[in-house]
């Protein structure tokens, strides 16, 4: 094994840089999850996680990674064979799809080319076709994480309106939640799936629903089997500050660490700040003279940038390199587009000079492996972080 010096460089859009604040808080004695002090930790976090999503609707925590809150949003609302509409926006949306077919439901797939976000008028078009009204749920992911796209939440929900179709609608914001705006209650979501380890700047560990009124009336009726999953046993657990089987406690203490922080800096700057480095991130891209993958700037992601290889080069043997030499893990192209891109992770606990860092490494990393581009992308984003009026 090498050893080395310094702090390794997290620049994968997740497990995302944990900040120190919420080690430390970690770093504490597990409490007993059925004495007094855990019900002031369990309704502090209960209340705090609802201006995080927007709602101010119940947010379940589970003990479980992004895909078990995936999960439990599917098997509380839907009964077998129902019929659910979802967006091939990339990777994870692929992902959900192939866990909601192994679940019994009927997917429904809107192809995509894996360099744009889900179009609200062709979900438009498909549910005003769907006069029977068989579609029970439609799912977006909202910032895929595979492709650096973001879909838009607020004109899907319209577009789902227009059409006069009562179907639920289910988002993913495992990798946009605290780092992109969003709005569970505002947007008309009914369920919002989150995960710890992404904009929350928590190790992995905790899964999130939040649920509104028509989802847990859906609920009611839901006919999919699940005990670990059930929305109710953790609702009537949370309204007395409990859980109905042991929850992640140290983990809470990081994420009540985590809501202070967020809470401190206020969101709208925790977006600001995402935004901004995000374009510094686009314009070193450019001066390199590197393609993003995402299509459209209405689309792209404030929490990572995709960022094509030329033809001809391998996406992972320059990650290799700036591994090996720079200490750096930057994401991986996953699914079909393997080798074919890099992503760039500046979500989370991040600051101008993690960011100066960051692109730092990929700059030597891109000429130490002779892949054809141009010094000046680390001097774009400087000049840009150095403006005024950002
Ligand atoms: C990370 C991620 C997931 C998967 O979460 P896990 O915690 O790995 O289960 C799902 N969707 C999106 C958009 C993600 O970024």
Same mark, same amino acid.
């Given at each position: 094994?090498?050893? +080395?010096?310094?702090?390794?460089?997290?620049?994968?859009?997740? $497990?995302?840089?944990?900040?120190?604040?919420?080690?430390?808080?970690?770093?504490?004695?597990?409490?007993?999850?059925?004495?007094?002090?855990?019900?002031?930790?369990?309704?502090?976090?209960?209340?705090?996680?609802?201006?995080?999503?927007?709602?101010?609707?119940?947010?379940?925590?589970?003990?479980?990674?992004?895909?078990? *809150?995936?999960?439990?949003?599917?098997?509380?609302?839907?009964?077998?064979?129902?019929?659910?509409?979802?967006?091939?926006?990339?990777?994870?949306?692929?992902?959900?799809?192939?866990?909601?077919? %192994?679940?019994?439901?009927?997917?429904?797939?809107?192809?995509?080319?894996?360099?744009?976000?889900?179009?609200?008028? @062709?979900?438009? @078009?498909?549910?005003?076709?769907? %006069?029977?009204?068989?579609?029970?749920?439609? /799912?977006?992911?909202?910032?895929?994480?595979?492709?650096?796209?973001?879909? %838009?939440?607020?004109?899907?929900?319209?577009?789902?309106? +227009?059409?006069?179709?009562?179907?639920?609608?289910?988002?993913?914001?495992?990798?946009?939640?605290?780092?992109?705006?969003?709005?569970?209650?505002?947007?008309?979501?009914?369920?919002?799936?989150?995960?710890?380890?992404?904009?929350?700047?928590? $190790?992995?560990?905790?899964?999130?629903?939040?649920?509104?009124?028509?989802?847990?009336?859906?609920?009611?009726?839901?006919?999919?089997?699940?005990?670990?999953?059930?929305?109710?046993?953790?609702?009537?657990?949370?309204?007395?500050?409990?859980?109905?089987?042991?929850?992640?406690?140290?983990?809470?203490?990081?994420? +009540?660490?985590?809501?202070?922080?967020?809470?401190?800096?206020?969101?709208?700057?925790?977006?600001?700040?995402?935004?901004?480095?995000?374009?510094?991130?686009?314009?070193?891209?450019?001066?390199?003279?590197?393609?993003?993958?995402?299509?459209? $700037?209405?689309?792209?992601?404030?929490?990572?940038?995709?960022?094509?290889?030329? &033809?001809?080069? &391998?996406?992972? *043997?320059? +990650?290799?390199?700036?591994?090996?030499?720079?200490?750096?893990?930057?994401?991986?192209?996953?699914?079909?587009?393997?080798?074919?891109?890099?992503?760039?992770?500046?979500?989370?606990?991040?600051?101008?000079?993690?960011?100066?860092?960051?692109?730092?490494?990929?700059?030597?990393?891109?000429?130490?492996?002779?892949? $054809?581009?141009?010094?000046?992308?680390?001097?774009?984003?400087?000049?840009?972080? /150095?403006?005024?009026?950002?």
């Amino acid at each position: 094994m090498t050893t +080395r010096a310094g702090r390794h460089f997290l620049q994968i859009p997740g $497990p995302t840089n944990v900040p120190d604040r919420v080690l430390r808080a970690i770093d504490r004695a597990t409490i007993d999850h059925r004495g007094p002090d855990f019900v002031d930790l369990a309704n502090e976090v209960l209340a705090g996680l609802k201006p995080v999503f927007g709602t101010e609707q119940p947010v379940i925590v589970y003990p479980s990674s992004g895909t078990g *809150a995936w999960e439990a949003a599917l098997v509380n609302t839907l009964s077998p064979g129902d019929r659910v509409l979802m967006y091939e926006t990339g990777h994870f949306a692929t992902l959900w799809r192939e866990l909601a077919g %192994r679940l019994g439901l009927e997917v429904e797939l809107i192809g995509g080319n894996w360099a744009g976000g889900a179009d609200p008028a @062709a979900i438009e @078009a498909r549910l005003a076709d769907d %006069r029977a009204q068989a579609i029970k749920a439609v /799912c977006v992911v909202h910032n895929e994480t595979s492709t650096g796209v973001t879909s %838009r939440i607020a004109e899907i929900r319209a577009a789902i309106d +227009r059409a006069g179709h009562p179907a639920l609608y289910l988002v993913d914001t495992i990798s946009s939640l605290a780092s992109i705006d969003y709005r569970h209650d505002e947007w008309g979501v009914d369920v919002t799936v989150g995960g710890s380890q992404k904009g929350l700047m928590l $190790p992995p560990g905790l899964g999130f629903n939040a649920v509104s009124e028509k989802a847990r009336a859906a609920a009611a009726s839901a006919r999919l089997p699940r005990s670990y999953w059930d929305w109710e046993a953790m609702l009537a657990g949370n309204a007395a500050g409990a859980f109905p089987y042991t929850p992640a406690t140290n983990l809470l203490y990081g994420l +009540r660490e985590a809501l202070i922080m967020l809470r401190e800096e206020g969101l709208a700057n925790v977006f600001a700040r995402h935004d901004r480095h995000a374009e510094a991130t686009r314009r070193a891209v450019r001066a390199w003279g590197l393609d993003i993958l995402c299509a459209d $700037p209405a689309e792209y992601s404030s929490s990572l940038t995709a960022v094509r290889m030329p &033809d001809g080069h &391998d996406a992972d *043997a320059l +990650r290799q390199v700036i591994l090996d030499r720079f200490d750096m893990s930057l994401g991986a192209g996953l699914g079909k587009l393997k080798g074919r891109i890099f992503r760039i992770g500046h979500l989370g606990d991040f600051n101008d000079l993690m960011l100066a860092g960051t692109l730092c490494g990929v700059e030597m990393g891109l000429s130490l492996v002779n892949v $054809p581009s141009r010094r000046g992308g680390v001097d774009a984003a400087m000049s840009y972080l /150095c403006e005024e009026e950002h």
